[in-house]
């Protein structure tokens, strides 16, 4: 074959061109750590990357509205803690005034103690995290119990909607309890003892006419309510529960998909550092074929 | 003894001079790009019969010295043509591929700056505003992905539209550029008319720059020669003649139905069959992959569109009134949130009912994440990604090709340049050759003349 001056040149040039495109790739690969920088770079893995990026990205999202349910059920789990120590001690005064030896004294006083919890219990039935109130259903702005000063004295002006959260793909928390279970308004709970508010009411009038029979009768609807509420705290315990191992295990398959996700994109750095050595020497090897091949012709040795 | 033997020294002096002339031509146009390597090719005289008696009474066939049959070019037509027809393929990738690349990096897939973590953080903020359905910093969260949803997708739209109209004027200057070399092969042809004298004695430089012009068309646009090295060289596109001899059929743009740019022949209003080139790059460019890719966005936006304001406007706003629609618009480049809601972002609901706490609405829009609410059965986000693979596949395809037809016509024009290609040292050496020729005859010439110069001196012998 016939080897001239042009030839000589485009094989240098497209040999160095090919050289520094390679070199500059390894490069882009090893200090990025990216196999994957464009859709192109890997048709079959970039699929694999945008789902797998979508995944994690609702994984993380399930994550958050974990913590947020968690923190929100945690919330009305100790508030029904507090009602279920408040009505004990409810439980325990109305013994105490449906002993018979006790003076009027020592009545006004369990009448005036229960007063103040009667109170408190209204207290807890408007109590709001984040701003709504969390007995109301999914009336979060209003109050869910008020007096209505006539029959019955007290109205549940929630709704009985059970708000849910999505916290794995297709599962639903629910993160409430509505007021009108826990308070027993309207019998909604326990059909035969009337509402926490009334029963309250109805308990005091009995203390304040030392009516001992009557508070005596009045503790079984103590206990009815007590048990409810104790019952609706299970629930809600167990729900916290099962929402802690669901944002264990989400952050396990996050993990998972994580390093599954740096499989596709990420490069393998020891390769990258040896490929990247050989494109090297194999770039000098080339200028220096190149500068050899250059320098010499017949003029040279022509005298 | 006569002044013949001085004829025939002349005739090698001028021979080598002439010779060595093209070496320095050659020589000088080593690097000129498109330039053939030239050859004068010498012949020895037509013999003089008689002028002499051989011993057995014969007339003898006297040489009378060297002629110059002719200065050629070395050049293959055959691999000329084979670089021609894979110019059009490489023109034709060459353009795709940096479209497409183009395209990708709009794209900036994978990556946290793509429309797929937009989608992402549109229902995200959903799944958000469904864990505080009351909260206003969520509704506004709401809104502003929307909104940035909404501008990614007006954005990539843009840009892809962009390309389009890029590749659009670029047809039109491709299409000047091909009318420009046909008028100068024209001219070329005109002028080789005049300069040919026969087949055998070649303008070898303006044939180069023919040649050349027809790398460069070759490169733009699909043709065919009738392979004439004379003036009569016609170049035909989808049968019809572009240039034939010194006439010209100019290519002209006419507007589409479609509003874009088309080629037809001037003269008849018929359109140019194109099946290669940069043209052919560039009109696939902006029908079949550009368009394909606008249409699947379109069509990705409008289920977007429709299926979030299905769902939104059966929602009740916190006042009680009838929520509206979430977007407006319809397809890629108009779709936006609707303004009402951006300038109260409060007014969001995220309830069917009306009530403060409910989310049931916001639930199910966050659901419509993994609903396969797409035609083809796909969610919105799978059609997405299918999207993103398909413009990664072609234009992995069009690195492949254009890397493929560039090794290739690289392998091509090196085999046209061990044919044609100037080579140094084989000119050094023709010179010296040459040289030493010319340096001989010379000797001839002054042998001869003291040869004339002893028969003249013998004269004086006479007297």
């Known amino acids: 074959m016939r080897v001239t001056l042009g030839m000589t040149n485009d094989n240098i040039k497209a040999n160095l061109t090919g050289a520094t495109s390679r070199l500059l790739e390894a490069q882009d690969q090893a200090s990025s750590g990216k196999r994957i920088d464009r859709p192109s770079d890997d048709v079959a893995g970039i699929g694999k990357s945008l789902s797998l990026r979508s995944t994690i990205s609702s994984i993380e999202q399930y994550e958050e509205n974990s913590t947020m349910a968690n923190s929100q059920l945690s919330t009305v789990s100790n508030t029904l803690s507090s009602i279920t120590k408040t009505l004990q001690s409810v439980r325990s005064l109305a013994s105490q005034a449906a002993n018979s030896t006790l003076n009027d004294e020592a009545l006004a006083s369990i009448k005036c103690q229960l007063e103040g919890i009667s109170d408190e219990l209204k207290g807890y039935a408007n109590t709001q995290y984040l701003n709504k109130y969390i007995f109301a259903g999914s009336k979060t702005t209003t109050s869910p119990v008020a007096e209505t000063g006539g029959t019955p004295a007290y109205e549940y002006q929630g709704n009985n909607e059970q708000i849910k959260v999505q916290t794995a793909p297709g599962a639903y928390t629910t993160v409430n309890v509505t007021g009108d279970l826990v308070f027993n308004m309207g019998g909604a709970a326990v059909s035969d003892a009337p509402d926490i508010f009334t029963m309250m009411d109805s308990l005091i009038s009995a203390v304040d006419s030392g009516d001992i029979s009557s508070i005596s009768a009045q503790l079984a609807d103590i206990d009815a309510n007590l048990n409810n509420i104790t019952g609706i705290n299970t629930q809600v315990g167990a729900r916290i529960k099962r929402l802690e191992s669901n944002i264990e295990a989400l952050g396990t398959s996050k993990d998972t998909m994580k390093s599954m996700l740096s499989d596709v994109e990420d490069v393998d750095l020891a390769e990258a550092a040896i490929n990247l050595a050989t494109l090297q020497n194999c770039y000098e090897v080339a200028l220096s074929v190149a500068s050899s091949v250059l320098k010499t012709s017949l003029a040279d040795f022509l005298s | ?463």
């Not at chain 2, 090719?41 to 060297?66: E, R």
């Not at chain 2, 969520?138 to 990539?156: F, H, R």
């Not at chain 2, 409060?346 to 069917?352: D, E, G, I, K």
């Open chain 2, 1 to 463: 003894m006569s002044f013949f033997g001085l004829d025939i020294a002349v005739s090698g002096l001028n021979a080598q001079q002439l010779a060595m002339n093209v070496t320095a031509h050659n020589i000088t146009n080593a690097g000129t790009e498109g330039y053939h390597r030239q050859e004068a090719v010498t012949t020895a005289g037509t013999p003089l019969v008689g002028a002499l008696t051989l011993a057995n009474g014969s007339a003898a066939q006297l040489g009378t010295g060297t002629l110059v049959r002719t200065i050629r070019r070395l050049q293959s037509e055959f691999i000329d043509n084979q670089i021609r027809s894979e110019e059009q393929l490489s023109g034709s990738w060459n353009y795709k591929q940096n479209a497409l690349s183009q395209v990708e990096s709009f794209l900036a897939e994978p990556g946290d700056s793509g429309l797929s973590t937009s989608f992402d953080e549109f229902w995200n903020s959903w799944n958000d505003l469904a864990t505080s359905p009351e909260s206003s910093s969520s509704k506004i969260a709401v809104v502003e992905e929307g909104s940035s949803l909404a501008l990614m997708i007006n954005n990539l739209c843009g840009n892809l539209r962009d390309l389009q109209y890029q590749a659009d004027s670029d047809i039109a200057l491709n299409t000047n550029e091909v009318n420009r070399i046909a008028n100068e092969i024209s001219h070329l042809n005109e002028q080789i008319g005049k300069a040919a004298g026969d087949t055998t004695n070649q303008p070898c430089d303006l044939l180069d720059k023919r040649d050349a012009l027809l790398k460069e068309l070759s490169h733009i646009i699909n043709f065919q020669t009738n392979n004439a090295t004379g003036a009569d060289l016609v170049i035909s596109i989808g049968g019809k003649a572009l240039v034939q001899g010194d006439n010209v059929t100019e290519v002209s743009i006419t507007e589409s139905a479609n509003g874009w740019s088309q080629l037809t022949w001037s003269d008849d209003g018929a359109d140019v069959l194109i099946t290669g080139g940069e043209i052919q790059g560039q009109i696939e460019t902006r029908d079949d992959l550009i368009g394909s890719y606008i249409d699947t966005l379109n069509n990705i936006t409008s289920t977007l569109v429709t299926e979030v304001n299905k769902l939104y406007s059966t929602g009740t706003t916190s006042s009680g009134n009838p929520a509206g629609n979430f977007f407006t618009g319809s397809d890629a480049s108009s779709i936006s949130v609707n303004s009402g809601l951006i300038t109260t972002p409060t007014n969001l609901t995220a309830s069917y009912t009306g009530d403060t706490g409910s989310n049931k609405l916001a639930q199910d829009i966050a659901a419509l994440a993994d609903k396969d609410v797409m035609a083809n059965g796909e969610s919105i986000y799978e059609s997405y990604t299918s999207l993103v693979s398909q413009i990664g596949g072609n234009s992995e395809e069009a690195q492949s090709r254009a890397e493929l037809h560039a090794l290739s016509l690289d392998e091509l024009n090196t085999q046209s340049e061990s044919v044609s290609g100037v080579s140094l040292d084989e000119e050094m050496s023709d010179m010296v050759k040459f040289q030493q020729a010319y340096n001989a005859i010379a000797r001839v010439f002054t042998t001869v003349d003291e040869m004339l110069d002893t028969i003249i001196s013998m004269g004086k012998v006479g007297r």
